[in-house]
């Protein structure tokens, strides 16, 4: 019992003696300031930051179909509902729940609207000049490996919403129980 209170008596010496030694010193307390100063700042900015974010609606689900290229680049997250539709490997998905990575201003903002498959499997993120549509031929194994990495990532992670079309290739008709059936597919996978 004796040796517990002294164990008392000597941590709360130790406190006191730290508390004294900041205290004491007027550098101390200014640092000791300028800490609490920093960490007040840090919380409010986290907060201002959660309070600007304005809650976007959810846009409603996208029909299937199939994109033209000049189409696709109607999907660049400008327009006034802000979709953005991203083309890897041939497939159109919908990208706009990443937005603030896909969307103007963001790191990838290059790719919106377009088909980004070259762009990934080089790991170019600039906008490509050409508008035509890329039939990939000419990258390597490794590259083409690279690009359906990222479909197999955008396929699990975004909404298929059709297909890129080559040049004079005809749209398919999707039916709505296509979707339907496709959607119960997805769950039971």
């Known amino acids: 019992m004796a ?35 920093l960490v007040y700042r840090i919380i409010k900015s986290r907060q201002d930051d959660n309070a600007r974010e304005p809650e976007e609606k959810p846009l409603p ?11 696709l680049k109607k999907y660049d997250g400008v327009q006034e509902d802000g ?7 041939g497939k159109v998905y919908d990208v706009t729940k990443g937005k603030r990575f896909y969307g103007p201003g963001g790191p990838y903002a290059a790719f919106a609207g377009r088909d980004a498959s070259r762009g990934l499997a080089t790991f170019n993120v600039t906008a490509g000049e050409d508008d035509k549509y890329d039939d990939l031929s000419d990258l390597s194994t490794m ?21 890129l079309l080559k040049p004079c290739e005809q749209s398919t008709n999707y039916s709505d129980e296509e979707d339907e059936s496709n959607a119960e597919k997805s769950k039971e996978d």
């Open 3 to 37: 040796e517990t209170t002294e164990k008392v008596v000597e941590s709360s010496g130790v406190l006191s003696t730290i508390a004294t030694e900041i205290f004491q010193s007027p550098i101390n307390i200014g640092l000791l300031g300028l800490i609490a100063f």
């Open 61 to 71: 689900k996208m029909k299937k179909r199939d994109f033209t290229v000049a189409e």
């Open 83 to 89: 979709r953005v539709l991203i083309a890897v490997n």
């Open 143 to 163: 590259e083409m490996e690279s690009v359906k990495e990222w479909e197999t990532q955008f396929n699990e992670k975004y909404e298929y919403v059709g297909r």
